[in-house]
Structure formats: structure tokens, C-alpha cells
């Protein structure tokens, strides 16, 4: 393993239920991605593309196998701690299907939640938080409350929240399942941009096939094992 | 410093006022209730204060006239009024009446006072118009609660009284409105029957009717003398019930007030019980509303504590806006009432306690809700 190296797994399995019910999603997966690597995450309906952004995510636990987030391993047939919250809370960062911003805060409020969960000084969050808005060309926007935002604004702004504590890794759950054809590209290039600018590891579900010629590599779940195009 | 609870009220602020306004308002009843017990108090004691007296000698075997019937002859107060030690006494009645008006008729608490005796239950400072009662017979003193002006014709038996006099805040133990008139009048209302009546009771074989009863003799003793000392002496060489004022003032509270403090007390404890209910529930519905946001906050990685602490905050400003919005409440409705109700800083202060102990207790269900929410929920729409 490599400094470059966002995402370690080794082995992972993951299954629901037991005996009439036992379902197995996912056997022996390993993988490794990148730091400024754009991975699309793609599988029928069902297949397991959630339950392994979670295990990554460090919010659903796997049955078996290891999982490394940069350099630390995290999981090892175990939660190697307690606090998984807090390593999502400093190594990840999440966009979901729709922004999911918290619609009592206003735009800045929504970024700075975060850092302030981290303790990290206001001074800095602030100076951090409103350079991510002028880079998502929304500066005039962070007093504004989400639902005076368009879905692409509320959108890029939920991609600066993901960024604002400088993740290792950011996993996209269909970010660009709500937006139009023109939106959804352009959510697709300022994801690529940010995983070279900001040396982020992006792993992306998505079920359009439109989106993929924009990403770096195409992880596919097949048969409950991983198969990269 | 981002203050979720401030944020998130703020966002639903007039949804959040017209609530605790609601919350309020049920407070509000709760404080009067209180207000009501503590009316009945001072109520009971309104008589006991303007008579001041230092014994009440009552029919033996019974607990005085505020509690259930007594009856003693007129001239035991020459007997007690010749006992070592005593200043005054006066005999006294106590009967409900109705005194009719032009659209009906308002109960009264009337006490009969010899005119001419030595002490006069009519409290100067609350003669607000007129006089006390000069003469024997057919005056009376009313209370300005019963609608009556200076000079007005009451008929009342057989006879028409003029009021002579109006006070202000006098009430009966009971809360009714206070008047007063001679003994003699009282006596002849009280055990005076018809015409009819006595022929009657003639036939019966019934005569000699007394007519020379009242329900209490009052005394003030002489400084110097022991109160209970003389209370003992008359208990045993005169078969008579004696009460001091610290005793009747605890007949009064005791046995006349006692059940009814105890049936606004349960209301009390229920209606409280209601409004951490309502207030639990409110806090239920608000954080159910909030499940995606919460979950999201989970799923981002905020911890627990900064969550919790948004529902336990909302639910406290909750509870404090409703016992504001309740006192204000309260404070409007009070003096609408029939009955004296007492507003009183130390009981809204209890409240207060209760309200924070109830709002604390009504987050649990809210932040058990946080506890248990799931972040993954927040993945796959």
C-alpha cells in the first residue's frame, strides 16, 4: 500500500439474514482506489451498490475481510474502534441523491456544521467554507437557505459540504439521480475536477451509463464479486 | 458557533409560537387551578380576620358554625363576658340567604351581630359606601359584588331591609358574598316560621319555639390573660366546644377547605401530567419531522450529543415559551372568574420547576428517537 492509496479492501463479505432468509451480497471483495481516482459503482437493482458504499462508509459492518481508509486500517472482521462516526466525520465525505442539506441552516451553516463537530477553529472553517462556495461559483449564495437554491446550486453545495474537513475519500450515492441530462454532467466534471485538484478518492453509484465515459474506472458488482471495466 | 435548536426554531417560528402558545394555555389553567386553592384560603380567612376574635364558642360536640351546625343560647355571652379575663363578646349567626334582584336571586353568607354590642364584624377598611349597621332592625350592609347600591330595598321575609352600607372583598368561607344585619333580623330569619308554620306545629303539639339561639359566641381576651387557660375553663365548667383563632383557622382549612384543596390538587397533578404528555408528544411529532435531517447528521458524522442537545434545547425553550405564554394567559383570565383566584409568584415559580422537571422528561422520547436512528436510512433515498 502506497500514500496514493484511498481505499483498501481485502476479502469483504457481507449477507443479511440466515437460514430461508441468509443473503449474500457481497464475497470476498478486494480492491484498491486511488487518491484523485473517479470510480463509477454500478449493479443491477439490488446488488449490493449501497450496503458497499456503506461498509466503506464505515456505517455498515461487514461479515469478514479488512478495510483501510488511506492508511488506517479500520475494519478487520471487526470496527478496529468505537468511533466509526468519527472517521467519517474526518475521512469521508458524502453527496447523496438529492442534496439532503439540512434545510434549517442556511447555505454557510450547512458547511461549517462539520468543522464545528471537529472542533476545527472557526477562523479556519469560515475562510474554508467560503472558498469552497466562490470554487462551486456560489459565493453570493451562503446566506441563503436551501430552499432558495435551484437543485443544481443545493447540489454543488451539498459537494462543497463532502469536501469541507479535506476527506480522503468521497462516496456519491446517485448524485446526479435528481438533475436533468446538462445538470448531471456537469455534477459529473466537477467531481472528476475535485478528485485532481483535491486528490479525493470518488466512488460514484450510478445507474447512467452516460455518466460513465466521465469517470476513471468502472466497478462493477457481478455475482456478488467485484469486476473493474 | 452554529446553535441547531436556535437555527431549527427559527425556521419554524410561527409554527413553534402558536404551539407553545397551546402548551401555554394549559399551564395557564394549571396556574389558575392554583390560583383557585389559594382563593379559597384567603376566602375562608376573610371572616375569621375581621372578626378577630380570640375564642369561638361553639355547641358541644360539633366543630363551630364554618363547619356544621351550632347552636348556643344568645345569653351565654353574658356568662362568658362575666369570666376573669375576657375583654368582649358578642353572639353571633351565620345563615346562607337568597336576596332577590330583578333577574333572579344571589346567594349570600349573612351574619347576625347584636348592633349595640362590642365588637362589630364589619371591617372599617373595607366599608367602601355608607355605614355599619345603627339599629336593631331592618338595615343591612352588602357586599358591592352582590349588585346592590346604597339605599336600595331588599325584601327578605316578611320585612324590606335597606342597605345601608357596601363593603368590598368581603366573602364566607365558602366564597360567597358576605352581608350583614342585626341579630335580631337573623334570628327571626333564621327560626322565625310562617303563620302557617306555627299553626301547624301547634297541631303537632310542637310550641315554645326558641327563638333566642345563635351559632357561635365570639370573645376577645384581655392582654395578660392565657387564652388557652380561659378555652379550658369554659370546656369544662360550661359543656361548650371552645376554639381559638389559630384552631378555628385550622377547622377552616382542615375540614372546610381540606376536600376541595384536595379535588383541585388532583387537577392539578392531572393537568400537568397532561401537558408533559402534549409536550412529549409535540417533541415526538417535531423529531419525527426531522428523521431525514437527523439521520444525515448521523450519517455525516455529527456526534449524538450535538443532535440531543437540539432536541432537549427545543423541547426547554418549549416549556419556558408555554409557561410564559401561560403565566400572560393566566394573568388576562384570572379576575374573570366568579370566585377569588389568588395568582402567586412562589406557585408560578413551582410551576416553572415542574415545567423544566416535565419538558426534560417529554425530550426523552425525542432523543431516544435520535439514539436509535438509523444513518444508513439516509443512503438510497
Keep these: ?229 | 458557533m452554529i446553535h441547531l435548536a436556535k437555527e431549527d426554531v427559527k425556521h419554524i417560528l410561527g409554527k413553534f409560537i402558536v404551539t407553545a402558545m397551546g402548551v401555554g394555555m394549559l399551564l395557564g389553567i394549571v396556574l389558575i387551578m392554583m390560583g383557585v386553592y389559594r382563593g379559597m384560603i384567603v376566602d375562608a380567612e376573610v371572616l375569621l380576620k375581621d372578626l378577630n376574635a380570640d375564642l369561638w364558642i361553639v355547641q358541644q360536640g360539633t366543630l363551630g358554625p364554618f363547619a356544621e351546625a351550632s347552636r348556643v343560647h344568645e345569653d351565654l355571652q353574658y356568662t362568658i363576658q362575666s369570666l376573669q379575663g375576657i375583654d368582649k363578646t358578642c353572639a353571633i349567626t351565620f345563615q346562607n340567604i337568597q336576596l332577590p334582584k330583578k333577574n333572579g336571586k344571589v346567594r349570600v353568607f349573612a351574619v347576625g351581630y347584636d348592633v349595640y354590642g362590642d365588637i362589630n364584624p364589619v371591617n372599617p377598611a373595607r366599608l367602601v359606601q355608607g355605614r355599619t349597621l345603627t339599629t336593631d332592625h331592618y338595615e343591612i350592609v352588602v357586599t358591592d359584588k352582590t349588585g346592590f347600591s346604597l339605599h336600595d330595598k331588599i325584601k327578605l321575609g316578611r320585612n324590606t331591609y335597606t342597605v345601608v352600607g357596601i363593603t368590598h372583598g368581603s366573602v364566607s368561607s365558602g366564597g360567597d358574598l358576605l352581608v350583614y344585619i342585626s341579630l335580631k333580623d337573623a334570628q327571626e330569619l333564621q327560626f322565625s316560621y310562617s303563620n302557617k308554620r306555627i299553626q301547624t306545629d301547634r297541631a303537632r303539639g310542637i310550641i315554645n319555639k326558641d327563638t333566642h339561639m345563635v351559632n357561635a359566641i365570639i370573645a376577645k381576651v384581655k392582654s395578660g390573660y392565657s387564652v388557652a387557660k380561659i378555652a379550658g375553663n369554659i370546656r369544662k365548667w360550661y359543656h361548650k366546644n371552645v376554639y381559638t383563632r389559630k384552631q378555628q383557622r385550622t377547622v377552616l382549612t382542615r375540614y372546610v377547605v381540606e376536600k376541595a384543596s384536595k379535588q383541585i390538587g388532583m387537577f392539578t397533578a392531572i393537568l400537568i401530567i397532561v401537558a408533559t404528555i402534549i409536550i412529549s408528544l409535540i417533541i415526538y411529532t417535531m423529531t419525527l419531522e426531522k428523521m431525514k435531517e437527523i439521520s444525515i447528521m448521523k450519517l455525516i458524522g455529527l456526534p449524538n450529543i450535538m443532535i440531543v442537545r437540539m432536541i432537549v434545547e427545543e423541547t426547554l425553550l418549549l416549556g419556558i415559551l408555554a409557561f410564559i405564554f401561560g403565566n400572560i394567559f393566566s394573568h388576562i383570565i384570572y379576575s374573570k372568574f366568579p370566585k377569588r383566584v389568588v395568582l402567586e409568584i412562589p406557585d408560578a415559580w413551582m410551576l416553572f420547576g415542574v415545567v423544566i422537571a416535565a419538558s426534560i422528561l417529554a425530550s426523552f422520547v425525542g432523543v431516544k428517537k435520535v439514539i436509535n436512528a438509523d444513518p444508513a436510512s439516509a443512503i438510497g433515498g
Design chain 1, 1 to 229: 500500500m502506497n500514500d496514493n492509496t484511498a481505499i483498501r479492501v481485502e476479502n469483504l463479505s457481507k449477507s443479511f439474514g440466515d437460514g430461508d432468509s441468509f443473503i449474500e451480497v457481497i464475497k470476498d471483495a478486494s480492491f484498491t482506489i486511488n487518491r484523485g481516482e473517479l470510480v463509477a459503482l454500478i449493479a443491477p437493482s439490488g446488488g449490493g451498490k449501497t450496503t458497499l458504499l456503506m461498509m466503506i462508509g464505515c456505517v455498515e459492518e461487514p461479515v469478514s475481510g479488512q478495510i483501510w481508509i488511506g492508511n488506517e486500517k479500520v475494519f478487520d472482521n471487526k470496527w478496529l474502534t468505537k468511533e466509526t462516526r468519527k472517521i467519517r466525520r474526518e475521512k469521508i465525505g458524502f453527496i447523496f441523491q438529492a442534496h439532503y442539506l439540512i434545510p434549517f441552516l442556511n447555505i454557510i451553516n450547512n458547511l461549517l456544521l462539520l468543522p464545528q463537530a471537529n472542533k476545527t477553529d472557526k477562523k479556519t472553517a469560515k475562510a474554508k467554507a467560503r472558498e469552497l462556495l466562490k470554487y462551486f461559483d456560489i459565493a453570493d449564495k451562503e446566506k441563503a437557505m436551501p430552499s432558495q437554491l435551484s437543485g443544481g446550486q443545493n447540489q454543488r453545495v451539498a459537494i462543497a459540504r463532502a469536501l469541507i474537513n479535506d476527506p480522503r475519500i468521497i462516496l456519491a450515492d446517485e448524485p446526479t439521480a435528481a438533475l436533468d441530462m446538462q445538470r448531471s454532467v456537469d455534477v459529473v466534471k466537477i467531481l472528476k475536477k475535485i478528485a485532481l485538484e483535491q486528490e479525493v478518492a470518488i466512488v460514484m453509484v450510478t445507474h447512467d451509463e452516460r455518466m460513465l465515459p466521465y469517470c476513471d474506472r468502472i466497478m462493477k458488482i457481478e455475482d456478488k464479486a467485484i469486476i473493474f471495466k
